[in-house]
């Protein structure tokens, strides 16, 4: 089956060549509609001439208009083309906000989380998100959605990674149309006393209530908080160890409420509504109630972007079942994906979850009938076996380059997850629902509690068994942009080989594996060469990384403060060799001296030639008169030291008109050699 004889598939490819246009060109607001009005006027002209022009040119027309919505959508959903967004006022003072609560993020060790819309600003009315820190307050309960908040404060830009190749959280709360946050202290804002009702405050009311209901049975902890994820999509109170487990074991997926739990519903619900069918117009009114107990699942869920984006797609397979006709999933998919980018919100596509959803379902619908004809066995436990063994090579397939680009690890023993825990992964979230009914109405069984918590504690147990098996999961794989769509190269032009082999299918083949192995061998032969000196940004430590080949040496007081720092620059520089060793107190740099002062060794000869000055652990010293004397290039400070030190390092040598650099503020400092 040809993917592009689909007028939605070509369309929807379209659409998301346009977001990816405007996500990296970011057009104004004004080119972007002019773009989009002479697309659509150029595709009027094609239409009323239909009959004299070729329908290519439609089609190309027809493209171009897709393109087009897909630059203004992405467009319209940055915050510097809408008006009343927050952001286009002055947040360089305290201004009094009124905020509401949208999300409840999971808590750290010193605040509770939140999502919170900006609702005015002063008397002004405003639009935006912001992220909401308050400092936890034993006294003062945690919010809830739908709580209005008024506080005076100010609003600060969300801060990038302090350390090359970090996780860049900034940038992920960009995608989600976050910008800037809020810090406050428990008696720093005021609780309204009366706030209006949203569909989210809803789900979040009545996600509470269930939560209430279970924690008064007789649930283990860890049992409770895998049911929480499975069922309500509530992951806050799963422990460390049992998320952990889960992830190592491949079998992620199965705790994080998306796609895989909404299509197993979907099945369900298929197959016990069935008999309604005997009705008249009874197809139909499967068909309604089938929707409406997809949504009123994910609402029981409370909405999250997963949620919705996986409702949504399900809803049109629904009625694709309804309708009874050979439609292709393709199209069912890339109708999906159409109303999602479009109508819910552009920059999903630049989400991990997102990505990862449809990279399976897609990879799915696609692969898994093609292993189905590889082999056909006789006895029905084999064949589902098999066909469970088909679903999960098949989805690990399409998100195997994902997982790598993102996670940098790959669970060897997911085959084994998978047939462990999704053949009775139906009755654990048919059971689980039939759990919630009964314990809303006081009439839940103490046998069926019983019965269910050794069900989730089994499972527990099998995903803590395949994880400890750590010889089979790589770590630290560095895989980069490039690798990413080699891979799927490789992957697409090796099913296509496999649907039908011929001489131009299997060169191209050859030649994304020929390219891969080529940029590989590239990036090492790069890095053999390649020689740095990293003075990163540690709090209340310090830590130094010198690359030579791919060999790293760090240089710390204390190897487990920096082994976050250390890994993720490893990774990234495709490193083979780690070594730690104590910090010196010189270095020489391209035949330049950096010399680090710290707390014990405050003083330097005189006249020393001094290139580089890092200051580290809070030394006391006066720097003015020292600046006298070495007269460096520069002057650096790490996270070890105090910020009042910091701050008056900085007013001295701003006042001397020398170069001043804290990590804090600035991020890491990078010396790199030809």
């Not at 201004?95 to 609560?101: A, D, E, G, N, Q």
């Not at 998919?333 to 379902?361: E, K, M, R, T």
């Not at 093609?370 to 076996?385: A, D, E, R, S, V």
């Amino acid at each position: 089956m040809r993917l592009l004889q689909f007028t939605t598939v070509k369309l929807t490819l379209c659409l998301i060549c346009g977001i990816l246009i405007g996500y990296y060109l970011r057009p104004s607001l004004a080119l972007s509609f002019s773009i989009t009005v002479v697309s659509l006027f150029l595709l009027g002209v094609v239409f009323v001439r239909y009959n004299k022009l070729p329908t290519l040119l439609f089609a190309l027309f027809a493209g171009l208009l897709a393109i087009a919505i897909g630059i203004l959508s992405l467009t319209l959903s940055e915050s510097r083309n809408l008006g009343r967004h927050y952001s286009q006022q002055n947040l360089a003072k305290n201004k009094v906000y009124t905020l509401k609560i949208r999300e409840v993020l999971k808590p750290n060790d010193y605040s509770d989380r939140y999502v919170a819309h900006v609702n005015s600003m002063d008397s002004l009315k405003v639009s935006g998100k912001i992220l909401l820190n308050i400092a936890v307050d034993s006294s003062i309960g945690p919010l809830m959605v739908d709580d209005e908040i008024l506080t005076y404060t100010t609003l600060y830009p969300i801060t990038p990674p302090l350390n090359p190749h970090q996780f860049n959280y900034k940038k992920y709360l960009s995608n989600i149309g976050i910008g800037h946050q809020a810090k406050l202290a428990g008696h720093d804002y005021h609780i309204m006393p009366q706030s209006s009702t949203t569909i989210f405050g809803l789900a979040y009311k009545i996600r509470g209530h269930i939560i209430k209901k279970l924690k008064n049975e007789n649930f283990g902890p860890e049992e409770l908080g895998v049911i929480q994820a499975l069922l309500l999509g509530q992951r806050n109170e799963i422990t460390a160890e049992i998320d952990t487990d889960y992830k190592n074991a491949g079998a992620y997926h199965i705790l994080a409420l998306s796609g895989l739990h909404i299509g197993i519903l979907l099945g369900l619900l298929h197959f016990l509504l069935r008999p309604l069918e005997l009705l008249p117009k009874g197809r139909t009114i499967k068909l309604v109630v089938i929707v409406l107990f997809l949504w009123a699942f994910a609402l029981l869920a409370g909405l999250s972007a997963s949620i919705l984006r996986a409702t949504t797609m399900f809803t049109f397979v629904a009625y694709a079942l309804y309708l009874n006709r050979p439609t292709s999933h393709f199209n069912i998919l890339a109708l999906s994906l159409f109303f999602i980018l479009l109508v819910l919100d552009p920059l999903l596509l630049f989400q991990v979850g997102f990505q990862l959803s449809y990279a399976a379902v897609f990879a799915i619908v696609w692969i898994y009938p093609l292993l189905q004809k590889i082999w056909h066995p006789q006895y029905w436990i084999i064949k589902k076996g098999w066909e469970l063994v088909s679903v999960s090579i098949a989805a690990q397939l399409g998100v195997f380059p994902i997982s790598l680009f993102y996670f940098h690890q790959f669970p060897a023993l997911f085959l084994i997850s998978s047939l462990l825990i999704l053949p009775f992964l139906t009755f654990i979230l048919g059971f689980g629902i039939l759990v919630i009914v009964l314990s809303q109405v006081n009439s839940l069984p103490h046998v069926f509690v019983t019965v269910y918590d050794n069900v989730i504690r089994w499972m527990n147990w099998v995903i803590g068994l395949v994880a400890q098996q750590e010889n089979f999961l790589f770590r630290n794989i560095s895989f980069d942009a490039v690798q990413l769509i080699l891979s799927y190269g490789i992957i697409t032009t090796m099913v296509t080989v496999f649907i039908k082999a011929s001489y131009k299918r299997v060169v191209v083949f050859l030649v994304f594996v020929l390219c891969f192995q080529c940029y590989v061998l590239g990036i090492g032969h790069l890095a053999q060469k390649k020689e740095s000196l990293m003075i990163g940004h540690v709090a209340r430590n310090s830590g130094l990384i010198h690359q030579t080949g791919q060999k790293l040496t760090v240089y710390c007081s204390n190897p487990t403060a920096t082994t976050r720092m250390t890994n993720d620059y490893a990774i990234a520089q495709n490193t083979t060799e780690l070594e730690h060793r104590p910090i010196k107190n010189s270095y020489l740099i391209k035949g330049k001296r950096m010399v680090l002062l710290d707390s014990i060794n405050t003083a330097l000869p005189i006249n020393y030639d001094v290139s580089t000055l890092v200051l580290t652990q809070s030394p006391k010293i006066n720097l003015e008169r020292l600046l006298d004397s070495i007269a460096p290039d520069i002057v650096i400070a790490d996270g070890s030291n105090y910020k009042s030190y910091v701050d008056r390092w900085k007013y001295t040598c701003h006042k001397k008109m020398l170069p001043f650099h804290y990590t804090g503020e600035k991020g890491a400092f990078v010396y790199t050699w030809p």
